[in-house]
C-alpha cells in the first residue's frame, strides 16, 4: 500500500515538473511520440501480459515456471526488437496517423521524440515480466515499489535537462531501464532470473490465447487514443499537454478511490464464486463504497478544476524555476472541469468489469468495450469543436453510457435490485452536492491571495470543508459507509 501511494505522488510530481520544466511545443509534441509505445504497452507490458501469465505460472512446478517465464522472456525479446525496429523504419508515417493535417504540433520534433522514446517499451516490457514472476511467487516488495524508482529516475534527468527535448526521450527510457534493473536482485537471489535459449513451452499457447481477449478491448482503446490525437493536434497550441494534465488528475482519482478498492473486492468475489447470496452482497458492498469515495472526489475535480491545476502545475516558481504558461494552464483547467464527472461511472465500471473476469466470462468485458469505443469516437468528432472540453465531455457521456449497460448486464445476472442501488446512490450525490456546492461558493466570496497559495488556500478551505460537510450529511441520510467511518 506504501509503495503504491509513493508511487502516485512521485509519478504526480514527475508529470508536474514535465509541464514546468518544458514549454508546451515539447510537451505537446512528447505526449504525442510516447503514444506510439503505449499502443503496445498495455498488451505487452501491463494488464494483459500479467493477467495472463501469472495464472499459468502458478500451475507450474518450479522448474517448469521459470522455463516458461524463459521462453516468454525470449519471446518478448524478438517482437520488441521487431517492433523498435519497425517505429525507427516508420515514424514518419505513424506520426503523420497521430497528427491532424493542419497540427499545431511540431511534425520533425515529433518524429524525433518518437524514435528516442519507443526503446521504454522494451524496458518497460521486461519490467513487467520481473514484477509478473515476483509477484506470482509473493515477493511483493521491489513490484511495489519499482514504479517509484521510474518516477525519480525520470524526474532527476528532467530537473538536470531541462528544456532540453530529447534528454526528455532518453530520461523516461533509463527510467524504464531503472525500474527492470530494480528488480534483478531479488529475481537473481530467488533463482528466478530468466534464462536465454528457451523458446517454447506448453504453456506459453495458453498465455497467448489468453492475451486474445485483451488484445482486442486494448486495440479498441488504442485506435481511440489515435482519434483523440488527432482531434487534439488540430486544437490550439497546448491542447494536447492540457487533455494529457486533465488525465492525471482523474487517474489518480480513479487509481485512489476506485481501482484500489475494486482489487481487494476482486479477490473476495473470487473466494464466494460458489455462494451466489454471499457474491452479491459483497458486490453491492463494493459498488456503495466505491460510489461513497468516487462521488465527492468527482464533484471536487469539478468543482475545484482551476485551483488544482495551478496548485499542481505552479509551484516551480516559487522556487525561481519555470512554470506553466498560461494558455496551457486555461487550456487544462476547461479539460479538468467537466472530466470529474466521469469519476463516478467508470470507478463504477471498474468493479463492475472484474464480476465478468472472475468467472472467466471475458466475452461481455469486449463487446462493451468495442462498443464503447464505437460511441467515443463519434461523440469526440462532433464535440471536438467545442475544443479540449468537448473530448472531455465525450469521455463524461461514454462512462455514464457505459456503466448504464453494465449495471443492467450485472444487475440481471447477478439479481440485483437496481432501484434500491439508485436509492442508495442517490443519497450518496445529494450529500456530495449539499457538501461541496455551498462550501465552493462560500470559499469562493472570501479574500484569498492570487497564484499558488490562494489555490492550495482554496484547495485545503473548500476540500476540506465539503469533505466534512459531505461526511456529516451522509451520516444523517443513512449512509452505511458513513456511519461505519464515524464509529471509528
Known amino acids: 500500500m506504501l509503495g503504491t501511494l509513493a508511487s502516485r505522488v512521485t509519478g504526480l510530481l514527475r508529470n508536474s515538473l514535465l509541464v514546468q520544466l518544458f514549454d508546451s511545443g515539447v510537451t505537446d509534441a512528447f505526449n504525442v511520440a510516447v503514444r506510439l509505445p503505449n499502443l503496445f504497452r498495455e498488451l505487452l507490458a501491463e494488464g494483459a501480459l500479467t493477467n495472463s501469465f501469472i495464472p499459468a505460472y502458478k500451475t507450474l512446478p518450479p522448474r517448469e515456471a521459470k522455463r516458461l517465464s524463459s521462453a516468454l522472456f525470449s519471446l518478448l525479446l524478438v517482437v520488441n526488437a521487431f517492433l523498435l525496429g519497425v517505429a525507427v523504419w516508420a515514424a514518419p508515417v505513424v506520426v503523420g496517423f497521430l497528427l491532424a493535417e493542419?497540427?499545431?504540433?511540431?511534425?520533425?520534433?515529433?518524429?524525433?521524440?518518437?524514435?528516442?522514446?519507443?526503446?521504454?517499451?522494451?524496458?518497460?516490457?521486461f519490467a513487467a515480466l520481473a514484477m509478473g514472476i515476483l509477484n506470482a511467487e509473493e515477493r511483493f516488495f521491489a513490484p511495489a515499489w519499482a514504479p517509484v524508482v521510474l518516477n525519480v529516475v525520470t524526474t532527476a534527468l528532467m530537473l538536470l535537462y531541462p528544456q532540453q527535448a530529447p534528454m526528455l526521450a532518453v530520461a523516461f527510457v533509463l527510467g524504464g531501464v531503472a525500474q527492470l534493473v530494480f528488480q534483478l536482485p531479488p529475481l537473481a537471489r530467488a533463482g528466478l532470473l530468466p534464462r536465454l535459449g528457451v523458446w517454447w513451452h506448453p504453456q506459453l499457447r495458453s498465455v497467448l490465447v489468453l492475451m486474445v481477449p485483451f488484445t482486442f478491448t486494448t486495440g479498441a482503446r488504442q485506435f481511440l487514443n489515435v482519434v483523440s490525437s488527432r482531434l487534439l493536434t488540430g486544437l490550439p497550441a497546448g491542447s494536447v499537454t492540457a487533455f494529457s494534465n486533465a488525465d492525471l488528475f482523474l487517474g489518480l482519482a480513479l487509481g485512489l478511490f476506485s481501482i484500489s478498492p475494486a482489487l481487494a473486492f476482486y479477490s473476495r468475489l473470487a473466494a464466494q464464486i460458489g455462494s451466489p447470496r454471499e457474491f452479491r452482497t459483497t458486490l453491492l458492498t463494493g459498488l456503495r463504497l466505491i460510489a461513497f469515495l468516487t462521488v465527492p472526489a468527482g464533484l471536487l475535480l469539478t468543482f475545484y478544476a482551476e485551483p488544482a491545476v495551478v496548485g499542481v502545475f505552479t509551484w516551480l516558481p516559487l522556487l525561481g524555476g519555470g512554470g506553466m504558461d498560461g494558455t496551457t494552464l486555461a487550456l487544462s483547467v476547461s479539460a479538468l472541469t467537466p472530466l470529474g464527472l466521469a469519476v463516478f461511472p467508470v470507478g463504477l465500471s471498474t468493479l463492475l468489469l472484474r464480476t465478468f473476469y472472475v468467472r472467466r466470462s471475458v466475452r461481455v468485458p469486449v463487446l462493451v468495450s468495442v462498443c464503447a469505443v464505437a460511441l467515443n469516437v463519434p461523440l469526440y468528432i462532433l464535440l471536438a469543436r467545442l475544443g479540449v472540453a468537448g473530448l472531455s465531455w465525450a469521455t463524461v457521456m461514454v462512462g455514464w453510457a457505459q456503466l448504464g449497460a453494465l449495471l443492467y448486464l450485472v444487475g440481471r445476472r447477478e439479481h440485483l435490485s437496481l432501484r434500491e442501488l439508485a436509492r442508495d446512490f442517490g443519497r450518496v450525490w445529494l450529500a456530495?452536492?449539499?457538501?461541496?456546492?455551498?462550501?465552493?461558493?462560500?470559499?469562493?466570496?472570501?479574500?484569498?491571495?492570487?497564484?499558488?497559495?490562494?489555490?492550495?488556500?482554496?484547495?485545503?478551505?473548500?476540500g476540506g470543508g465539503g469533505v466534512v460537510f459531505y461526511l456529516v450529511l451522509c451520516a444523517r441520510l443513512g449512509v452505511p459507509e458513513a456511519a461505519r467511518l464515524w464509529r471509528r
Open 102 to 125: 493542419n497540427s499545431t504540433v511540431d511534425r520533425a520534433l515529433t518524429i524525433t521524440l518518437t524514435r528516442a522514446v519507443f526503446p521504454f517499451l522494451g524496458a518497460i516490457s
Open 432 to 462: 456530495a452536492l449539499l457538501g461541496v456546492v455551498p462550501t465552493w461558493g462560500l470559499v469562493g466570496a472570501l479574500p484569498l491571495p492570487e497564484g499558488w497559495w490562494g489555490a492550495v488556500g482554496t484547495l485545503l478551505l473548500g
